[in-house]
């Protein structure tokens, strides 16, 4: 049985919103919160990623899609990538080089 001083302090509710009862907010509006949080996030790290210094493994995914979408034959190099990212870190320093790939000159395609 619940404490009648909590029943008091949190008493339910009909919610207008899903027709349930609460003693607290609804989990269905908690819940429409949390979808719009995760899409505005997936957006916002969307338009950061251009800027990042990870830029070319990315730009490397979507050449790699682009050639199979066109029905290229990709580089048997670099797989169509047009190169790959070399770890060029030295002491503290975290430092990502692109290499273009001498086989197909960085255009990914044989
Ligand atoms: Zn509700
Ligand atoms: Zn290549």
Do not use: K
Request: net charge neutral; hydrophobic share 35%.
């Amino acid at each position: 049985m619940a404490c009648p001083a909590v029943a008091a302090a949190n008493p339910e509710y009909v919610c207008e919103r899903c027709g349930g009862w609460h003693s607290g907010a609804c989990p269905e509006a908690a819940l429409r919160q949390l979808g719009d949080l995760v899409a505005r996030t997936v957006r916002e790290a969307d338009a950061r990623i251009p800027a990042s210094p990870c830029a070319p493994r990315t730009v490397a995914e979507m050449r790699v899609r682009l050639i199979a979408a066109s029905g290229e034959q990709a580089c048997g190099s670099c797989g169509g990538a047009g190169g790959r990212v070399e770890d060029t870190s030295d002491g503290g320093t975290i430092r990502q080089t692109w290499r273009t790939c001498g086989t197909c000159g960085g255009s990914g395609v044989s």
